[in-house]
């Protein structure tokens, strides 16, 4: 190659480096052909149209399962675009890469958050950010999940919006041959001081047509949606059952199926025999089904109704297989656990120091576990699924629309291309429909019964016997105490299964690797833990027990929080120090941690006199980006713990909207307490021993403590609000106990 060729050569590929690599957020702004035609709507970049009445519509990317990202993300645009938050409205977004999730992506990295606040050059965290953040954009994986909705938003709707907003002003300034400087916007309308007015409706065609020039976001200080309370846009329909939840679909001539798994986890059926469901009038047919997409095997029953189904479903005579591997047993993994924490080396997450006892110190040491935990949403899982022999449609409550079409292009051997899907409500997610098992077999029911509709609808108790479960985990925790017996040294080590290979294999096999890499999920919550011990090593033993595993609201923090706050509290205890006062000497180093701990702390009442019977105990921790501190009351009645108020503080960086907060930290507090209090997955012989609420319970609303919310200021970007109020609820209720009746509980849920 001639110089001359290889310096064009290079410069061109720096140039197209440099082109990938800038101005993230403007990139997914995309172009108006990429939203759904809509009668009379004008389309002015790939998230924003105007209808000619004034009402804006925001492509909506992202599944509402009650964490409110249905108001959130119009909040931003209508704070940008100038317009009230009545007049807008969410259409589903399509397939296009702009709608990615980048921000889930970039959360799951497995950096330390001390790490992560370095702003010292452009060092290894940056840079691992910048090549995930690109490689995500380019991907464009759509998924709703780790608290990333607002976060991922945040940049991109509000420029989306500006630059909507922008080219209405470049729209009549040019109309009305006026300079754009004294334009302004307000309430959905263009004005002139010179008495000129156009609503944006009107203008919206014109606009269309017009480059937006420059494009600046609004001042903080000019916000006057963002960080108000705001009324949830989709409170109405859910007051009035007119919202359309999974469950809720009706297509004409459709039909119901209802399902039959084998009783044990990767088992399969033998000899089945439908005779007497089959001849059951109404009844149409039996569709066997294979493990599809990481579900066990079984068969469905189509009828008329869904009763008739189930009925029928009941009346199929079979025997079940085993798994090959045999049959799992929760007792025995819990062992193995401990055993691989004693034996087996395990991948380091974290070191600081030499995390060794002082030679003339002393060692404190706990065991901790916590159990297989199943997702109980209120909406069992279902689709609805259409095939007319090259095309297949389906209606789901999802998290993750693209990879339901994968699953459904998969099943039916069509084009990706040939196959649409419906995003609904969800009535509950917690992680459970990031997986398209459910997905996957309405399309494979739906196969045998071409162009006629199929909803399957999962009962309760096959919901909660062929989950994808919490992983059981187990933990040794050591801490070092000096020969003056101050806190030196913290060693973790943990073992369980790993999420994300399990998941990635399930829902996105295309990327699917021959070997695991370390899963930060294993391992949050513990080896980012923000006490500033001296010495640190956290260390996660991966392991595979054959029990299926994914994602549970918070993860990993949701057991770890427990592991790490519960140790903090016996080493207090051995310490004789207040649990907060040893805290606060602990998260010197990080004050927006000691922020959060002195708001919930102080507006507890922490330390003043409470009836007798009744303890308090804290907990702080944080995840996906946010702090939680809280501060529990428990009393023990009829044996068992009750919790009659909790005061909940957070610092989720800015607080787009206060009242959605407030109701994800009550509603973590419910979750949490569930699990914390009666949350347990039992198998014996392969099979789940639980089923419906009677054993599997929920906390019950005479049981529902009282939560306070404060919010700490912050102008920080936004971070996660869904899963953060989940950790600390159990081991504030746990160091509660403790200080209550001087048990110290090692093992959820906490019972006796």
Known sequence: MKRRGWLLGTTAAAALVVGWGVLPARSRIGIGSMMLPGEGDIALNGWIKINPDGTVILSMPRS???????????????????????????????????????????????????????????????????????????????????????????????????????????????????????LRTANGVVTHSAGRAAPYGELARYAAATPPGEVTLKARKDWHIIGRPAPRLDLAGKVDGSARFGIDVRVPGMLYAALRLAPMLGGAPGRVDAAKALAMPGVHRLVMLPALAGSTA?????????????????????????????????????????????????????????????????????????????????????????????????WAATQAPQMCRAAAAHVAKVPLANVEVHVTLLGGGFGRRLEVDYVAQAVRVAMDLPGIPVQLLWSREEDT????????????????????????????????????????????????????????????????????????????????????????????????????????????????RDPVELRRELLKGVPRHLAVLNLAVARSGWGSRLPLGRARGVALHESFGSVVAQVAEVSIEGGQPRVHRVVCAIDCGTAVNPNVIAQQMESAVVFGLTAALHGRIDIQGGVVQQGNFPTYPVLRLAATPVVETWIVPSERPPAGVGEPGVPPIAPAVANALFALNGRRYRSLPLQG
Request: no cysteine.
């Open 465 to 576: 016997a062929h989950d994808f479960y919490r992983p059981m985990h187990a933990v040794r925790m050591r801490a070092h105490l000096d020969a003056s017996g101050q806190p030196l040294g913290l060693e973790v080590k943990s073992a369980g299964d790993a999420i994300q290979p399990r998941w990635i294999e399930r829902a996105l096999p295309a990327l699917s690797g021959p070997v695991d890499l370390p899963d930060k999920t294993a391992s949050e919550g513990l080896f980012d833990q923000p006490y500033g011990f001296a010495q640190q090593r956290m260390e996660h033993v991966f392991t595979q027990s054959g029990v299926p595993v994914g994602f549970w609201r918070s993860v990993g923090h949701s057991h770890n929080a427990f592991f790490t706050e519960s140790f903090i509290d016996e080493i207090a205890a051995e310490l004789r």
């Open 64 to 182: 509402e399962m009650g964490q409110g990202v249905h108001t959130a993300l119009p909040m931003l645009a209508a704070e940008e675009l100038d317009v009230p938050l009545s007049a807008m409205r969410i259409e589903q977004a399509g397939a296009d890469a702009i709608y990615g999730n980048v921000a889930m992506l970039l959360g799951g990295l497995p950096f330390h958050p001390l790490e992560q606040e370095r702003q010292d050059g452009f060092g290894r965290v940056q840079a691992s950010r910048w090549l995930v953040g690109k490689v995500a954009r380019e991907l464009g994986i759509n998924a709703t999940g780790g608290s990333s909705s607002v976060a991922d938003a945040w940049d991109v709707v509000r420029l989306a919006a500006a630059t909507a907003r922008a080219s209405l002003l470049g729209a009549a300034s040019l109309q009305w041959k006026l300079p754009v400087e004294e």
């Open 298 to 394: 079984g068969f469905a029953v189509v009828a008329d109704n869904s009763w008739l189904a189930r009925q029928a479903a009941q009346a199929v005579d079979v025997e079940w297989r085993q798994r090959p591997a045999g049959g799992l047993d929760s007792t025995v993994i819990a062992r193995e656990l401990a055993e691989a924490v004693k034996s087996r080396d395990g991948h380091v997450f974290y070191t600081r120091g030499e995390a060794a006892p002082a030679s003339s110190g002393r060692t404190l040491e706990a065991w901790y576990s916590a159990p297989y935990l199943a997702h109980a949403t209120m909406e069992p899982m279902n689709a609805t699924a259409r095939f007319d022999g090259t095309h297949v449609e389906v």
